[in-house]
């Protein structure tokens, strides 16, 4: 688990994947994007790329200062959509104690366990357990700014809120009622015990967000609206689908390395590729499939491998230093030329796709920033 900050962004990464139903999660919080106006777009796609290959879900908060950031130019829709609230203390009424609900803080990790249950159980966000076990040891310290707090009914829990102490601030998050307790004003109870804890401990100012629906009943209790939260949901792609990932990721699905790229068009044309790791040549036959691009592919020997690896670093020198190309690879591409453009009668014919992985360069000496995949 990390969080990042800077001036511009907070990310809070709690190495937990999502959700699959839903591709999201609660536990990894983009926030705070106070991104200079020159470099928006490039911090967003930077971003948004460093999130998708971490292989999990984040959600992404923008608040009333970064509301008018572009997130469609990064593929990012807008998700739900919150009031930002915030009353004095003082103006919030008492709760006071409830006949059928004892509202008690978390104390051990039986209790932790229970709330993280209600939590998941209410949001519909199994990871929640998975995260609470995780953080038990932080969040059960007596100095976390985090209060958990549990509801009983006849001794069995049933509902959950939390306190964020913060800045001079509490915040109010996850009131949860598990569905066989509801419409019993539970939620409310609760509310007004987290409010009420927090006037204990001296907070002069509680927060909360709230859906467009429960906007009316927080303001009857004297809570006023300052602006909108809207969530933009980073979600889960599958490695195959994301375009760009990491090497070792993409080793792990299958695809394999490329160790020479002859020519270029819209994708592999020619070059040397591991086919069940066996250095192979392919050439694209330029019939294109929605599974995949079709080619010819045939081993090579240990000496042609050589040489193509030796043309492909002499390319890459002078590509990167902005040279001309040098009699060497001249000498070397008219010698592999027959080689590599015309394939032998035992040449097979196989599919591939190809990724992207994580160098920001297109190509380097062991050679281009892709994988293929064969069937």
Same mark, same amino acid.
């Given at each position: 688990m990390t969080v990042t900050e800077t001036d511009e962004l907070v990310i809070a990464d709690s190495g937990i994947e999502g959700e699959a139903s839903t591709g999201a999660t609660a536990f990894n919080i983009v926030a705070k994007a106070r991104f200079a106006p020159e470099?928006?777009?490039? @911090? +967003?796609?930077?971003?948004? /790329?460093?999130? @998708? +290959?971490?292989?999990?879900? /984040?959600?992404?908060?923008?608040g009333p200062q970064s509301a008018d950031l572009p997130f469609d130019s990064v593929d990012l829709a807008a998700g739900e959509r919150k009031a930002a609230m915030w009353a004095h203390s003082a103006e919030v009424p008492s709760g006071g104690p409830h006949p059928d609900l004892e509202v008690r803080r978390v104390r051990t990790r039986e209790e932790l366990a229970d709330y993280a249950r209600i939590l998941a159980a209410d949001r519909d966000s199994p990871s929640a357990v998975e995260f609470f076990d995780r953080a038990a040891p932080s969040a059960l310290a007596e100095d976390c700014q985090a209060h958990y707090l549990l509801g009983y009914h006849h001794g069995e829990p049933v509902c959950s809120g939390e306190t964020f102490w913060h800045a001079g601030v509490a915040g109010i998050y996850d009131i949860s009622t598990l569905s066989a307790s509801r419409r019993r004003e539970f939620g409310g109870v609760m509310m007004l015990a987290a409010v009420d804890s927090a006037r204990a401990a001296g907070y002069d100012t509680v927060v909360l967000q709230a859906t467009a629906e429960d906007e009316p009943v927080y303001r009857e209790l004297g809570f006023r609206t300052d602006g909108w939260f809207t969530e933009y949901p980073v979600p889960i792609v599958p490695v195959e689908n994301r375009g760009y990932t990491t090497r070792e990721q993409l080793l792990s699905i299958g695809f394999e390395h490329v160790h020479v790229e002859n020519d270029r068009y819209d994708g592999p044309q020619t070059g040397?590729?591991?086919?069940d790791g066996v250095p192979h040549y392919f050439v694209r036959l330029n019939r294109f499939f929605d599974d995949g691009d079709e080619f010819s592919v045939w081993p090579i020997d240990d000496e042609s491998l050589a040489l193509e690896q030796e043309a492909w670093r002499l390319y890459v020198a002078a590509?990167?230093?902005?040279?001309?190309?040098?009699?060497?690879?001249?000498?070397?591409?008219?010698?592999?030329?027959?080689?590599?453009?015309?394939?032998?009668?035992?040449?097979?014919?196989?599919?591939?796709?190809?990724?992207?992985?994580e160098r920001d360069v297109r190509h380097d000496e062991n050679g281009p920033s892709y994988l293929m995949r064969w069937r």
């Amino acid at each position: 688990m990390t969080v990042t900050e800077t001036d511009e962004l907070v990310i809070a990464d709690s190495g937990i994947e999502g959700e699959a139903s839903t591709g999201a999660t609660a536990f990894n919080i983009v926030a705070k994007a106070r991104f200079a106006p020159e470099e928006v777009k490039d @911090r +967003l796609y930077r971003t948004t /790329f460093a999130l @998708r +290959l971490t292989g999990r879900a /984040f959600s992404w908060w923008a608040g009333p200062q970064s509301a008018d950031l572009p997130f469609d130019s990064v593929d990012l829709a807008a998700g739900e959509r919150k009031a930002a609230m915030w009353a004095h203390s003082a103006e919030v009424p008492s709760g006071g104690p409830h006949p059928d609900l004892e509202v008690r803080r978390v104390r051990t990790r039986e209790e932790l366990a229970d709330y993280a249950r209600i939590l998941a159980a209410d949001r519909d966000s199994p990871s929640a357990v998975e995260f609470f076990d995780r953080a038990a040891p932080s969040a059960l310290a007596e100095d976390c700014q985090a209060h958990y707090l549990l509801g009983y009914h006849h001794g069995e829990p049933v509902c959950s809120g939390e306190t964020f102490w913060h800045a001079g601030v509490a915040g109010i998050y996850d009131i949860s009622t598990l569905s066989a307790s509801r419409r019993r004003e539970f939620g409310g109870v609760m509310m007004l015990a987290a409010v009420d804890s927090a006037r204990a401990a001296g907070y002069d100012t509680v927060v909360l967000q709230a859906t467009a629906e429960d906007e009316p009943v927080y303001r009857e209790l004297g809570f006023r609206t300052d602006g909108w939260f809207t969530e933009y949901p980073v979600p889960i792609v599958p490695v195959e689908n994301r375009g760009y990932t990491t090497r070792e990721q993409l080793l792990s699905i299958g695809f394999e390395h490329v160790h020479v790229e002859n020519d270029r068009y819209d994708g592999p044309q020619t070059g040397v590729a591991d086919i069940d790791g066996v250095p192979h040549y392919f050439v694209r036959l330029n019939r294109f499939f929605d599974d995949g691009d079709e080619f010819s592919v045939w081993p090579i020997d240990d000496e042609s491998l050589a040489l193509e690896q030796e043309a492909w670093r002499l390319y890459v020198a002078a590509w990167d230093a902005g040279d001309h190309q040098p009699a060497r690879l001249t000498e070397l591409n008219a010698l592999l030329e027959a080689r590599t453009s015309t394939p032998p009668a035992t040449a097979r014919t196989m599919f591939a796709q190809w990724r992207h992985d994580e160098r920001d360069v297109r190509h380097d000496e062991n050679g281009p920033s892709y994988l293929m995949r064969w069937r």
